[in-house]
């Protein structure tokens, strides 16, 4: 650029003498001619990148596009500035060349991680991918990635300064067993956290309870100290992850079935109805188009109640919890029908008095002997 400078007949233009000046400015105009023509670019790949459903593409372009043009005014203005301070002060110009040095570095691991986070969003987008991978599992990969990158960019930062590498690691390891002891629980969340990544009791938008603490809703975020659970009646419930480690854990999102359980009782006096109602029942589980027929399924009598004799059905259906109750809704109901179409009734509790001495009927009232237990009450059964 100098010797094209020197070339040009600039002897009759004004500040011909300093021309420091017309170099400065044509390093402006240069960065905005190449920060338009870099933004068109990148229009046109995006365009073609956005057709086609790969995951790359379109994540390196939309992350390259702050950077990159961050990177071209950054620069064109720090080379500007270099020329004005080797023209003022040279101490100024070795003081621009560090800080040029830093940006460089900083600008790429602005690129990495704003790459790191289109990726994550993509390997979970059902449009980019057929298959989309486990979103608890992609955070957690994207996390240690972004931890990665700033500790790394840190580290050659501090190198490009000047500063000793070996010397600041060994300071960190002394510090942290100072800080490991003062920060256990935080630790103990952390460790915590990545037991979860790695085990995976549970992922993002599945629904978890504990038997031991009052833990139950849909886990909405995991992170490495955190939880966020979103309780049925839309409360946030922010669980630290070292609990995850002393408690039991239920995950009714990966049920294969759910269970109909279910005690019916009909009245004594229908007991010779029990053995046709039973039959019946089985029949109509068996062809329910909405009961697991692979799984266990038992319709017995079971028992002799106060008031009522039972039998008890035994069956599985849809893991989906609204589904569920519909079809527990649906086999109930049914079985109500073949009960009443027996001829039998549901049992209800009641009560049988007996009155040694019999009763007599005087002004619509009901009255027995005076030590008879019930005087002047109207019972529902009498015999």
């Given at each position: 650029?100098?010797?094209?400078?020197?070339?040009?007949?600039?002897?009759?233009?004004?500040?011909?003498?300093?021309?420091?000046?017309?170099?400065?400015?044509?390093?402006?105009?240069?960065?905005?001619?190449?920060?338009?023509?870099?933004?068109?670019?990148?229009?046109?790949?995006?365009?073609?990148?956005?057709?086609?459903?790969?995951?790359?593409?379109?994540?390196?372009?939309?992350?390259?596009?702050?950077?990159?043009?961050?990177?071209?005014?950054?620069?064109?203005?720090?080379?500007?500035?270099?020329?004005?301070?080797?023209?003022?002060?040279?101490?100024?110009?070795?003081?621009?060349?560090?800080?040029?040095?830093?940006?460089?570095?900083?600008?790429?691991?602005?690129?990495?991680?704003?790459?790191?986070?289109?990726?994550?969003?993509?390997?979970?987008?059902?449009?980019?991918?057929?298959?989309?991978?486990?979103?608890?599992?992609?955070?957690?990969?994207?996390?240690?990635?972004?931890?990665?990158?700033?500790?790394?960019?840190?580290?050659?930062?501090?190198?490009?300064?000047?500063?000793?590498?070996?010397?600041?690691?060994?300071?960190?390891?002394?510090?942290?067993?100072?800080?490991?002891?003062?920060?256990?629980?935080?630790?103990?969340?952390?460790?915590?956290?990545?037991?979860?990544?790695?085990?995976?009791?549970?992922?993002?938008?599945e629904w978890v309870r504990s038997p031991d603490k009052e833990i139950e809703g849909t886990v909405e975020h995991i992170g490495w100290r955190l939880t966020r659970i979103r309780t049925f009646d839309k409360r946030p419930i922010y669980v630290p992850n070292a609990i995850f480690t002393s408690v039991v854990l239920q995950n009714p999102s990966r049920m294969t079935h759910r269970r109909i359980f279910e005690h019916i009782g009909i009245r004594y006096d229908d007991i010779q109805h029990m053995e046709p109602i039973v039959k019946e029942v089985r029949e109509m589980l068996k062809a329910h188009p909405e009961i697991a027929q692979d799984q266990t399924q038992m319709v017995y009598f079971d028992r002799c109640a106060a008031s009522s004799v039972d039998f008890f059905i035994?069956?599985?259906?849809?893991?989906?919890?609204?589904?569920?109750?519909?079809?527990?809704?649906?086999?109930?109901?049914?079985?109500?029908?073949?009960?009443?179409?027996?001829?039998?009734?549901?049992?209800?509790?009641?009560?049988?008095?007996?009155?040694?001495?019999?009763?007599?009927?005087?002004?619509?009232?009901?009255?027995?002997?005076?030590?008879?237990?019930?005087?002047?009450?109207?019972?529902?059964?009498?015999?």
């Open positions: 650029m100098n010797d094209l400078i020197e070339g040009l007949p600039l002897e009759n233009l004004p500040l011909a003498g300093q021309l420091w000046v017309y170099k400065v400015f044509a390093i402006v105009f240069a960065s905005l001619i190449l920060a338009y023509v870099g933004k068109l670019l990148l229009d046109r790949i995006e365009a073609r990148a956005s057709i086609t459903p790969n995951v790359w593409d379109d994540a390196l372009v939309i992350a390259a596009r702050r950077p990159l043009w961050v990177l071209i005014w950054s620069m064109g203005l720090l080379w500007a500035a270099r020329i004005t301070a080797l023209e003022m002060d040279e101490d100024f110009a070795e003081v621009l060349e560090s800080i040029q040095s830093v940006l460089l570095i900083g600008l790429l691991a602005w690129f990495l991680l704003r790459l790191a986070s289109k990726v994550e969003e993509r390997l979970v987008d059902s449009r980019y991918l057929q298959k989309p991978m486990d979103q608890t599992t992609v955070s957690a990969i994207g996390k240690l990635l972004r931890v990665s990158v700033i500790i790394t960019s840190a580290l050659v930062i501090l190198q490009t300064l000047g500063y000793s590498i070996s010397g600041v690691l060994a300071f960190g390891g002394i510090g942290g067993i100072a800080v490991g002891f003062a920060a256990k629980d935080l630790l103990a969340n952390f460790f915590g956290g990545l037991m979860v990544y790695l085990d995976r009791p549970f992922s993002v938008g035994y069956c599985f259906t849809t893991p989906v919890w609204a589904e569920f109750h519909r079809v527990k809704e649906d086999v109930l109901l049914k079985i109500l029908a073949i009960v009443e179409q027996q001829g039998a009734q549901i049992a209800f509790p009641t009560s049988t008095l007996h009155v040694p001495d019999g009763l007599t009927l005087r002004g619509g009232e009901v009255e027995g002997p005076r030590d008879a237990p019930g005087r002047g009450a109207t019972p529902q059964e009498v015999s």
